[in-house]
């Protein structure tokens, strides 16, 4: 089956047309944050830190419900079905469109961070940490994507993204826990040890996985539900 291309193209503008402004919004939240972590006081980096959580969390479910969700409740689905759009053309779009509308905050505010640790006194240490954290938001979008492009209930997919978004304080927990990462938090050295780097390839792979699989199930799908 062949993509209808120009279709996906104008299904993947529309969204970040609607939803450019608010997520110009999210980033300049986000830039706010590492204002306040770069001042390297104990104060403002929990402020900062805080704040980039919750714009990061907030960022995500916005991408998810408004542009999956929302345009479910309001049957924007019947209005999709008149153009010439298979159930693969509207997988491909609304899956580019969610990567793209989440990717870009995500990119800017990722790079943003790992720049504002090297930059600034705080202790290069937080940049592995910094980049783990990264990974489990991903992870949690990627399952929470899925889940709402899977399921028709908009109370199990509000459920899957606030739950999957909450679990990230059971897991800076137990990121405090395991040895290699946490002592080496504070010291002013960029060190990447095998623990680290197996959480974040499992991280980034699994959500890759995630996303790869929900492509296909809904590729493969002789109709829109």
Same mark, same amino acid.
């Given at each position: 089956m062949t993509l209808n291309t120009p279709v996906i193209r104008l299904l993947v503008a529309k969204d970040w047309q609607l939803f450019q402004k608010q997520l110009a919004i999210y980033v300049l939240a986000g830039i706010v944050a590492l204002c306040f972590i770069g001042l390297a006081k104990p104060w403002a980096f929990y402020v900062g830190s805080l704040t980039l959580l919750i714009v990061m969390v907030s960022a995500a479910c916005f991408s998810i419900s408004t542009s999956l969700v929302v345009e479910r409740k309001d049957q924007t689905l019947a209005f999709v079905m008149s153009l010439p759009v298979s159930p693969l053309d509207f997988t491909v779009s609304k899956l580019v469109g969610n990567l793209l509308t989440f990717g870009v905050p995500f990119v800017v505010l990722l790079g943003g961070t790992l720049a504002v640790v090297l930059l600034t006194p705080l202790p290069d240490g937080l940049f592995v940490y910094a980049l *783990?954290?990264? =990974? @489990? *938001? *991903?992870? $949690? @979008? $990627?399952? +929470?994507? +899925?889940? =709402?492009?899977?399921?028709?209930s908009e109370g199990w997919a509000t459920f899957a993204m606030i739950g999957s978004m909450v679990m990230i304080n059971p897991y800076m927990m137990g990121l405090s826990q395991v040895p290699d990462i946490s002592k080496r938090i504070s010291v002013d050295a960029l060190v990447w040890t095998p623990t680290a780097v197996a959480l974040l390839a499992a991280l980034v792979g699994l959500s890759l996985a995630v996303i790869g699989v929900t492509a296909w199930v809904h590729g493969r799908k002789p109709a829109f539900y």
């Open positions: *783990l954290i990264f =990974a @489990y *938001l *991903l992870f $949690a @979008y $990627a399952v +929470s994507l +899925s889940v =709402a492009m899977t399921v028709e």
